[in-house]
Nanobody, 123 residues
């Protein structure tokens, strides 16, 4: 089992930045592929960014590429999402996810999920 706890969400103005954190406990963090997803009201959960076990492999959704950056610190069992140039379309609940075996952009590939942290981009 892996327990995931997100933090760092909040209210930010358009053009601003936030950094989300996801602390993991339980199963060895460094053995897991990690990702961030988000879900806006009335919409399906969508992939935002993902990283391999070492943190060297990175994937981004087209909508965030160039603005968001995923990283991980295996010594701290934590994955981060740096979000810059935020706009209203980035408003959503952001979820951290872990996979034991694979990584990719689909929800079904991930075994463990956090409870989510709310991000609201508004004036």
């Amino acid at each position: 089992q892996v327990q995931l706890v997100e933090s760092g969400g909040g209210l930010v103005q358009p053009g601003g930045s936030l950094r989300l954190s996801c602390a993991a406990s339980g199963r060895t963090f460094s053995n897991c592929y990690m990702a961030w997803f988000r879900q806006a009201p009335g919409k399906e959960r969508e992939f935002v960014a993902g990283t391999t076990r070492t943190g060297l492999g990175l994937q981004y959704a087209a909508s965030v590429k160039g603005r968001f950056a995923i990283s991980r610190d295996n010594a701290k069992s934590t994955v981060y999402l740096q979000m810059n140039s935020l706009n209203s379309e980035d408003s959503a609940v952001y979820y951290c996810a872990a996979s034991r075996t694979t990584w990719g952009p689909t929800v079904s590939e991930y075994d463990y999920w956090g409870q989510g942290t709310q991000v609201i981009v508004s004036v």
